[in-house]
């Protein structure tokens, strides 16, 4: 099968879509049932290096500005090409894709995250979520959210759920970033994700606001935050208010390369959200050897194996999650009930290994060309 791919972040992009992108687009090409994967992006890169990181059968298109143009240029290469099936990475982009699919009378395999799902969608979308010969959710939490509103029949919409690169693993603290980072005799709170304003529900001013009441019970207590974004403003006023701010630490950037060393220093990682799709941080911690607390409203829940892989709290109640983080927080390396959950923790994530996810993908493609 020849694939044309519409995505809104492919290589060398950050951000857990992209990383979800990459990992599709890379099982694919490992399917035998592909022979090529054309990736027409709608945003460009920004790491250079990424393009050695493109599997072989892939090609992936600079992205066209605009999204009239993106469009005109999807819909042009459709037409000069053959293709055998269109996979479309976004909701918002089913318009479009669905009209390619249809014209071309090729199969359309949709791709849904999180919160761009969880809502009622135009007729535009909802036509051509109908007209979907696959589509895939990342939990099943979306895919619930998703039948809710969608005219879809259920066999059509299976889970695929995000992949952990097996780069994840536990490893020494780096002494060195420690005192860079000003962390020297602190247990580390750490959460990596994206301060967007439009991503406010991952939880970072929650875990800020029940501070007062962690330092209270853990007085060598401090919160490393890795990720950028628009919202940090809000969140340095939020630190500032509730008299934190010399212990809440705003790393910024951190390229996918350094950030298990981050993970290392950590005592707990913690991402308490609301709206979250799946949440690959939360397996990459746990495969680390970090215990972990997520939000259980969202598909967090299904990150975490219903608590298998990290503890649940109610996202909204502030002394369960200063509960939690605090039990964490206190957990001594020679606690072996403490030892045998994290090692338990790091065995359920073997079941989101990428061969597992290769496997999974190559069968939906098989079901796709059938």
Partial sequence: ???????????????????????????LAQSRQVSEIAVLPRFAGTDASAA???????????????RAAWS?????????????????????????????????????????HGIEAWERRGV?????????????????????????WADVPPHRVRVLPNTVDPGYAPRPRRDGLVRHLGLTDRRVILTV???????????????????????????????????????????ERLASEQGVSDRVLFAGHV?????????????????????????????????????VIGGNRDGSVDALAEGRIGRL????????????????????ESDAEAGHRVAAARQEVQRFAFGQFAAHVDKLVHSLAC
């Fill in 1 to 27: 099968m020849r694939l044309l791919a519409l995505v809104t972040d492919g290589f060398g992009r950050p951000g857990g879509i992209a990383h979800y992108n990459r990992d599709l687009i890379s099982a």
């Fill in 52 to 66: 050695d990181k493109v599997p072989k059968k892939v090609h992936e298109l600079a992205p066209s500005a605009g």
């Fill in 72 to 112: 005109a240029r999807a819909a042009a290469l459709a037409a000069e090409r053959r293709f055998d099936a269109v996979l479309c990475g976004h909701l918002n982009a089913v318009p479009l894709a669905a009209a390619i699919a249809g014209s071309c009378r090729i199969p359309l395999w949709v791709q849904v």
């Fill in 124 to 148: 535009l979308h909802r036509l051509g979520l109908s007209a979907a010969d696959l589509i895939t959710s990342v939990s099943r939490y979306t895919r619930t959210r998703l039948l809710e």
């Fill in 193 to 235: 994700g994206r301060l967007s304003a439009t991503e406010a529900y991952k939880g970072h001013d929650r875990i800020i606001a029940a501070l007062p009441g962690i330092l209270s019970r853990a007085p060598d207590a401090a919160y490393l935050i890795v990720g950028t974004g628009d919202d940090r403003p809000r969140l």
């Fill in 255 to 291: 390229p996918d390369a350094e950030l298990p060393d981050y993970l290392a220093l950590a005592h707990v990682f913690a991402m308490p959200s609301t709206g979250e799709g799946f949440g690959i941080a939360f397996l990459e911690a746990a495969a680390s050897g970090l215990p």
């Fill in 313 to 332: 709290v109610d996202p909204d109640a502030q002394p369960e999650l200063e509960t939690a983080v605090i039990a964490a927080l206190r957990a001594d």
